[in-house]
Nanobody, 126 residues
Framework: QVQLVESGGGLVQAGGSLRLSCAAS????????MGWFRQAPGKEREFVAA????????YYADSVKGRFAISRDNAKNTGYLRINSLKPEDTAVYYC???????????????????WGQGTQVTVSS
């Protein structure tokens, strides 16, 4: 069973930056589309960003466009989410997710993803 492990979360001040990482326990990571989702207390899990198997296609929620950047390094079996200009409303648990796919577009709905990490907490102080 493929496992995803996130890291890089923490407590940051508003305006700061973080880079989240998602390490996959498979050498065939390049066959997977990958996404990032977040869930704030009392709210549903929401789509943040996604990237195709090749890294050539990226997708973002409107609320994070221009501040978030998703990327991947298939040689390292790792995906990333760069978060700039953090806002208090970005506070949430961030999850990476993946599913087997070498096509585009990449899904933005959680139900399409069958692999999930345990989540990493991002807290933004004002």
């Amino acid at each position: 069973q493929v496992q995803l492990v996130e890291s890089g979360g923490g407590l940051v001040q508003a305006g700061g930056s973080l880079r989240l990482s998602c390490a996959a326990s498979t050498r065939t990571f390049s066959r997977y589309a990958m996404g990032w989702f977040r869930q704030a207390p009392g709210k549903e899990r929401e789509f943040v960003a996604a990237i195709s198997w090749s890294g050539l296609s990226t997708y973002y929620a409107d609320s994070v466009k221009g501040r978030f950047a998703i990327s991947r390094d298939n040689a390292k079996n790792t995906g990333y989410l760069r978060i700039n200009s953090l806002k208090p409303e970005d506070t949430a648990v961030y999850y990476c997710a993946a599913y087997l796919s070498t096509t585009t577009p990449v899904a933005a709905t959680p139900v399409a993803y069958n692999l999930w990490g345990q989540g990493t907490q991002v807290t933004v102080s004002s």
